[in-house]
Nanobody
C-alpha cells in the first residue's frame, strides 16, 4: 500500500511558477512509478507527467518544456515544477503511483494509488 499527499497548490498569475510536492508512505516506494494527472473544470482526468523508479520521465505534449517532474526516493517525495503557467493549466492536480510504468497513454482508472489532489489556479 502507498499513501500519497499533495501540497504546494495555489493561485498564480499567468507566466508564473509553482512547485507541487507529493509525499508518499510505504516501504517499497522506490519501486513505484509516480505520475501527475490533472482534472480541468468540466473535463476528465488527464495525464501530465510521470517518472519511473529509475528516473525516466514522460510528459504530455501540452506541458513539455514547461513542467519538470523529479523524485527523491530516499525521502519518498515527488515534485512537479511548473513554469510559464497558463490559464488553461488551471486544474486539480493529483499524484498517483503504480508498480507498472505510467505513460501518457495510461488509463487513469488503472493506476493503483492516488492522492486527494491540490488545486492550481492560474489567473490571466
Amino acid at each position: 500500500q502507498v499513501q500519497l499527499v499533495e501540497s504546494g497548490g495555489g493561485l498564480v498569475q499567468a507566466g508564473g511558477s509553482l512547485r507541487l510536492s507529493c509525499a508518499a508512505s510505504g516501504s517499497t516506494f522506490s519501486s513505484y512509478a509516480v505520475g501527475w494527472f490533472r482534472r480541468r473544470p468540466g473535463e476528465e482526468r488527464e495525464f501530465v507527467a510521470a517518472i519511473t523508479w529509475s528516473g525516466m520521465t514522460h510528459y504530455a505534449d501540452s506541458v513539455k518544456g514547461r513542467f519538470a517532474i523529479s523524485r527523491d526516493s530516499a525521502e519518498k517525495m515527488t515534485y512537479l515544477q511548473m513554469n510559464s503557467l497558463k490559464p488553461e493549466d488551471t486544474a486539480v492536480y493529483y499524484c498517483a503511483a503504480d508498480l507498472r510504468v505510467i505513460v501518457r497513454t495510461t488509463d487513469p482508472y488503472k493506476v493503483s494509488f492516488w492522492g486527494r489532489g491540490a488545486q492550481v489556479t492560474v489567473s490571466s
